[in-house]
């Protein structure tokens, strides 16, 4: 009997987040205007870790990074009244993270360490793609993988901030341009002209060192 009363009392929360679950973000948006606390929760289980690997690539720090994705949720809870929900929110929350990721890196005294983990075999303009070799293969090659990554962390950190943020956007976050282009308050012709100009660069950077 106490088993089934336990169960009995854990229905309401349980169905309240299997419904907020399969709610859209802005319907999520909308509950937590009108009143429901536990809709708040449930943006920030589905943004954090995305968020956190947003501005962890794009700053280079994963403690500090860890303490943006708070103060990001901070504002996001004190000005959602403010948000547009004709909108994205995604693109809301991005546009936060963003800001006061270029707020760090302006803040810094050193040049940030920006790390860039994957580089895709098919970039959609018209550059001509970075091609690595495959080096999985033989145990023998595990100091060329790691050489080639510090590689492309330095070659990123090289690229100018607006350049690398889109960078990050496009190629990690795999943003379309037009989120990119609100989220850095941006026309979509200067994103893809930036987008363009740091591809070119980070090849040019790159190529000399791993021929």
């Known amino acids: 009997m106490a088993e089934v009363a336990i169960k009995r009392a ?6 309240t987040r299997e419904r907020l679950k399969s709610q859209d ?3 999520v948006v909308s509950s937590f205007l009108e009143g429901e606390e536990r809709a708040f929760q449930e943006l920030v289980e589905r943004y954090q870790t995305r968020l956190l690997n947003f501005i962890y690539r794009t700053i280079g720090d994963r403690e500090k990074a860890e303490d943006l994705v708070q103060e990001v949720f901070i504002r996001v809870y004190r000005h959602i009244h403010r948000f547009d929900r004709t909108k994205k929110f995604s693109t809301w929350v991005y546009t936060i993270a963003s800001n006061l990721a ?5 803040n810094r005294s050193r ?4 790390l860039f983990q994957t580089i895709k075999g098919n970039w959609e303009d018209e550059d001509r793609p970075l091609q690595f070799e495959d080096t999985t293969a033989r ?17 990123v950190a090289k690229l100018p ?3 690398r943020q889109v960078f990050v956007l496009r190629e990690l976050e795999g943003k379309s341009y037009e989120e990119i282009a609100e989220i850095t308050d ?3 012709g ?3 002209s930036r987008l363009n100009r740091a591809r070119n660069a980070f090849a040019s950077i790159i190529e000399p060192s791993i021929d």
């Not at 270029?102 to 302006?106: G, I, T, V």
């Not at 040049?111 to 920006?114: S, T, Y």
């Open 161 to 163: 901030e607006h350049h």
């Open 25 to 27: 973000d802005a319907t």
């Open 139 to 155: 145990p023998d090659d595990m100091y060329r993988k790691r050489h080639l990554r510090e590689l492309v962390e330095e070659t």
């Open 186 to 188: 941006c026309n979509l």
């Open 190 to 192: 200067t994103v893809k």
């Open 102 to 106: 270029k707020n760090e890196l302006r």
């Open 111 to 114: 040049n940030p360490l920006v």
């Open 10 to 15: 854990l229905l309401p929360g349980q169905a």
